[in-house]
């Protein structure tokens, strides 16, 4: 920064955090300097959340711990409300919008909370939102409700909001990880800004590639601790990923498990129409593993919910064993003809974050489980079978009881696909299944997921990056106008 002495918009020192027998965080330490965007990464499971969790108030650490904001002491643990006079703002990956409310509303939702008027001029909101969109370089609509907006729109609001009074520390916890790498440049831009306008960025990130291309240090955690800062220009992105393993450099490799059976039961989609999809056809063979890609406007990323009935089909007939009308598939309907699917935002499609994850992964099998007479559940034996899939798929941690909405991303992908692989069904629908999932853990979902292809599973896994799951897929089929070409 050209000075003898670099301005500290945070540090943390310190910091623990225990949840039952889980040592989440054991000291972790981490400081963000004044202008600068700081990347902080780590395997699923390292404590990246459970710091955010931390600073902003959620969380209070176990013990001990320091903390100061600007260079100024400040006591923990800290309520939402400490965090926010601090001048600490957080974007999450649920961007914390409200969909029926306007752009403008929004963007000022805290001034809307707090004022002592009953009436609130609408002009008035609807200019000062304008204002900071422009001030941002977003020439965006104050009025448009949020729900018509773009998932890159509604980021850069969600961020907006965040950055528009020039916070101390601006934490950006996996903003662009449901993105498509194309759209990610100009939330990238937006980081800058706020970086050149004063504040300290920290970006939460499981893509290495985007954290040495953004970040000018990054900070390594590994189980809890902080095992290294560094400058991006004297790293790669493969010495990162040997320090947040714990192993020597360059990526894990995991070699392919022999393909399953081909030559066999072909699963075939034929003519099938969703909202932009228009007279898509493809087959898949039992044991083999297919992506699915093309632009945001192709939709092809309709398919997998056209196919489990999660989204009403237009036309379209599916043969799976024997024929289905996809017009009045039902999920309930999927599971009976042995189908299953893994959305891409599993934490609030895929599961319910309330419930244990023994009630989470073992919802397809809990017939299974019935006491005789149909007396109610043999919950010892399902607790049991939970406890043995979680650890058998690495899960941590592998506490059946433990609520869902606990694990870290990537720990929750590992569970559902545990969960799929329990019932082994005969077509299995992956929505971005690598996406939130940092190195070592893409290598260990991509080995079940080919496990099971290799038990005569007919896998499809539809991503906007092809190139997170060159190493799992056999082929890839490209949609282009609602069809393949």
Not at 31 to 38: K, M, P, S
Not at 170 to 187: H, K, S
Not at 330 to 355: C, D, M
Request: hydrophobic share 45%; aromatic share 4%.
């Amino acid at each position: 920064m050209g000075r003898d002495r670099i301005a500290v918009a945070l540090e943390a020192r310190g910091i623990a955090k225990r949840f039952g027998g889980v040592q989440a965080l054991a000291g972790a330490a981490i400081d963000i300097r004044v202008g600068e965007v700081h990347g902080l990464v780590g395997a699923n499971g390292s404590g990246k959340s459970t710091l955010v969790k931390v600073l902003s108030g959620y969380h209070a650490p176990t013990q001990g711990g320091r903390l100061s904001v600007r260079e100024r002491g400040v006591r923990l643990p800290l309520s939402p409300g400490d965090a926010r006079s601090l001048g600490l703002r957080f974007v999450h990956q649920d961007l914390g919008l409200i969909p029926s409310l306007s752009v403008a509303e929004n963007l000022c939702l805290d001034e809307l909370a707090t004022a002592r008027r009953r009436w609130v001029s609408s002009r008035r909101l609807h200019q000062r939102a304008a204002e900071a969109l422009a001030r941002l370089g977003l020439g965006m609509d104050p009025a448009r409700p949020v729900s018509s907006l773009s998932p890159l729109e509604a980021a850069l609001v969600a961020i907006a909001r965040a950055a528009r009074e020039r916070p101390a520390v601006l934490v950006l916890d996996e903003p662009t990880g449901f993105l498509p790498a194309a759209e990610r440049e100009r939330i990238h831009e937006l980081v800058g800004q706020a970086a050149a306008g004063g504040s300290g960025v920290l970006l939460v990130s499981h893509d290495l590639d985007e954290v040495v291309r953004v970040a000018d240090r990054v900070t390594v955690l590994r189980g809890g601790r902080t095992v290294a800062t560094l400058d991006v220009r004297a790293t790669t992105t493969g010495e990162l990923a040997a320090l947040m393993a714990g192993r020597g450099s360059g990526s894990p490799r995991h070699r392919r498990p022999a393909q399953g059976p081909r030559g066999g039961e072909i699963v075939s989609v034929e003519g099938l129409r969703g909202r932009v999809l228009r007279d898509l056809s493809l087959r898949i063979a039992r044991g083999e593993v297919v992506g699915l890609t093309g632009l945001a406007s192709s939709g092809f990323d309709e398919v997998p919910y056209l196919l489990f009935g999660a989204r009403r089909a237009r036309a379209g007939r599916l043969h799976l064993g024997r024929d289905f009308d996809l017009t009045a598939m039902t999920p309930p309907r999927a599971l009976r003809a042995g189908i299953g699917l893994l959305p891409a935002a599993p934490e609030s499609a895929g599961a319910v974050g309330s419930l244990t994850l023994a009630d989470n992964i073992m919802l397809p099998r809990l017939d299974g489980f019935r006491r005789r007479y149909g007396l109610g559940l043999d919950a010892r034996r399902l607790e049991a079978d939970a406890r043995a899939l979680l650890l058998e798929h690495g899960v941590t941690p592998a506490d059946p009881r433990a609520a869902f909405a606990t694990l870290s991303g990537g720990n929750q992908q590992k569970a559902l696909v545990g969960k799929w692989l329990g019932v082994e069904p005969a077509l299995l629908l992956l929505d971005e299944p690598l996406r939130s999932v940092d190195v070592s853990g893409r290598a260990e979902l991509s080995a079940q997921i080919r496990a099971l292809a290799a038990r005569g599973t007919a896998v499809l896994c539809a991503s906007f990056e092809p190139d997170l799951l060159g190493d799992l897929c056999d082929r890839f089929i490209a949609v282009s106008g609602g069809q393949v070409p």
